[in-house]
């Protein structure tokens, strides 16, 4: 079992509006709840994209006898909302595919609980939805296939950064890219990197090695494949070199372990797309959070001097990362906050994609504030004693706000910006990495020492 995040104000609100607003229908006669009439739906719903055979969940939700041991289980973590997993502040913005659950449907999972669980009349409960392994989006123009990487029995978090082969040695436009991991019980998530021809493993996983990379996109569980809108595209320069991050998670023990080799299909425009769309990386790559401290604030931001388009948004931190917000502040002084994650979770790399993209005027500064949690209060935290900064391990920390987007004005998109760091932090970064390289040349020169001695 992941650990998991204490539920925090949130939830606790939700519930609250929850508790008003149930509706009294039926109160008084509980059994009217059935799995087979009212439950399962729901589950299918949204639920069994993850809790089926095969998959990443630890159980299978999709028939009555698979889901009736854990109805205490499914209320509990319905009614904390840890489940299913989704961590937008439901007050900023509406996001595609937000599996969340209404609260009457809650409602719903808690009467059938409190009726003992009935079945009802199997018989006429719906067919569980079919999933296939075949390529949602149809047969890929490309198949990357990367090396083969054996997940030994005793890991339970492990990253690896793989090189993966790529044949095309022009420029393609990128329309959509779908990710099948391949040891789905071990992969926690997969990220898709785009690097210069000349680019090697070591580069990149060297501290600072990830700030010249392209995140194209990745995979998590619940995470639908990246489609960007009719006539945009992103740019795979010719030769590039292109890497998964992968990150393996699983309860460590005899027998757990398997081998992965997880797949991408790329889907190329016929020609350069109408519009470019690029990945906006706002980072704060100084970031050096003290020991024990609970609310270390980090914070980076762009001020576009051009109409943007921003089409999602993907925060990114790792075990100490607690909340992280997007705010849009307009030329006229107006603040508006475009995702909101009060309650982030390493756990869950997820993408939230605007239900209409968010077009911000020229003048704008998108700002990305984040919080972290570096004491004992934080029940992820590996260790509290330590003081931390950038880098790629676990035990490190990132703070990212990834944003794909494009200009609305087309000749605009000929140079857009992709790794942000903001002015008042691009002395320092430069100190970071001179103080990395000193560091590396240091470690190097010691080791050689070692062997030639
Ligand atoms: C995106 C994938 C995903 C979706 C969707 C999802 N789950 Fe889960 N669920 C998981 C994973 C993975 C775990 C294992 C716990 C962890 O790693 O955090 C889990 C754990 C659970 C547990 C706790 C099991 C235990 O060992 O105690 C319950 C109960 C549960 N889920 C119910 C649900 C219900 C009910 C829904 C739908 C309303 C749902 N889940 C939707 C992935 C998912």
């Given at each position: 079992m992941k650990s998991r995040l204490p539920i925090l104000a949130i939830s606790v609100a939700l519930l609250a509006g929850a508790a008003v607003a149930a509706p009294p229908v039926n109160n008084a006669d509980p059994s009217a709840v059935t799995w087979a009439e009212h439950v399962a739906p729901i589950l299918h719903a949204n639920c069994v994209s993850c809790h089926r055979?095969?998959?990443?969940?630890?159980?299978?939700?999709?028939?009555?006898?698979?889901?009736?041991?854990?109805?205490?289980?499914?209320?509990?973590?319905?009614?904390?909302?840890?489940?299913?997993?989704?961590?937008?502040?439901?007050e900023h913005g509406a996001f595609v595919e937000d599996p969340s659950l209404t609260d009457a449907e809650i409602e719903t999972l808690n009467r059938w609980v409190a009726a003992g669980a009935p079945a009802g009349d199997l018989a006429q409960a719906p067919e569980p939805p079919s999933?296939?392994?075949?390529?949602?989006?149809?047969?890929?123009?490309?198949?990357?296939?990367?090396?083969?990487?054996?997940v030994s029995d005793d890991i339970e978090d492990h990253y690896e950064w793989l090189q993966v082969d790529n044949p095309v040695d022009e420029e393609r436009w990128i329309r959509a890219i779908e990710i099948h991991p391949g040891f789905v019980e071990g992969v926690h998530h997969q990220l898709t990197y785009l690097a210069p021809p000349d680019a090697t493993l070591a580069g990149v996983q060297s501290a600072t090695g990830t700030l010249d990379l392209t995140f194209?996109?990745?995979?998590?569980?619940?995470?639908?494949?990246?489609?960007?809108?009719?006539?945009?595209?992103?740019?795979?320069?010719?030769?590039?070199?292109?890497?998964?991050?992968?990150?393996?998670?699983?309860?460590?023990?005899?027998?757990?372990?398997?081998?992965?080799?997880?797949?991408m299909g790329l889907y190329f425009h016929d020609e350069k797309p109408e519009n470019v769309v690029e990945t906006l990386w706002?980072?704060?790559?100084?970031?050096?959070?003290?020991?024990?401290?609970?609310?270390?604030?980090?914070?980076?931001?762009?001020?576009?001097?051009?109409?943007?388009?921003?089409?999602?948004?993907?925060?990114?931190?790792?075990?100490?990362?607690?909340?992280?917000?997007?705010?849009?502040?307009?030329?006229?002084?107006?603040?508006?906050?475009?995702?909101?994650?009060?309650?982030?979770?390493?756990?869950w790399q997820l993408t939230y994609t605007p239900t209409e993209p968010r077009v911000i005027p020229a003048g704008t500064t998108i700002r990305?504030?984040?919080?972290?949690?570096?004491?004992?209060?934080?029940?992820?935290n590996p260790d509290p004693t330590s003081n931390v900064t950038w880098g790629e391990a676990t035990t490190d920390e990132m703070m990212v706000g990834f944003i794909h987007y494009t200009f609305s004005d087309r000749t605009q998109q000929t140079n857009m910006p992709t790794f942000i760091v903001p002015d008042a932090l691009k002395e320092q970064i430069e100190q970071v990495r001179e103080f990395r390289r000193k560091q590396r040349e240091a470690a190097a020169a010691a080791a050689a020492e070692t062997s030639g001695g």
């Open positions: 055979p095969g998959q990443t969940a630890p159980m299978s939700l999709l028939s009555y006898d698979e889901t009736r041991p854990w109805a205490k289980s499914i209320r509990k973590v319905t009614t904390d909302r840890t489940m299913p997993p989704w961590f937008a502040n439901p999933f296939s392994s075949e390529w949602k989006l149809g047969p890929p123009d490309l198949v990357y296939t990367a090396p083969e990487y054996h194209v996109g990745g995979w998590g569980p619940g995470v639908a494949p990246l489609q960007f809108a009719d006539g945009h595209g992103m740019r795979m320069p010719p030769n590039s070199t292109l890497f998964f991050q992968m990150h393996y998670h699983k309860t460590p023990g005899p027998g757990t372990g398997g081998t992965d080799q997880t797949t706002l980072v704060d790559p100084t970031l050096n959070i003290p020991a024990g401290d609970a609310d270390y604030h980090s914070w980076s931001s762009f001020t576009t001097e051009h109409e943007a388009v921003l089409f999602d948004f993907t925060p990114h931190m790792h075990l100490r990362g607690k909340a992280m917000t997007f705010t849009a502040e307009y030329p006229d002084g107006r603040k508006e906050v475009l995702l909101d994650v009060p309650n982030y979770d390493f756990n990305v504030d984040a919080k972290f949690d570096n004491s004992t209060d934080n029940l992820t």
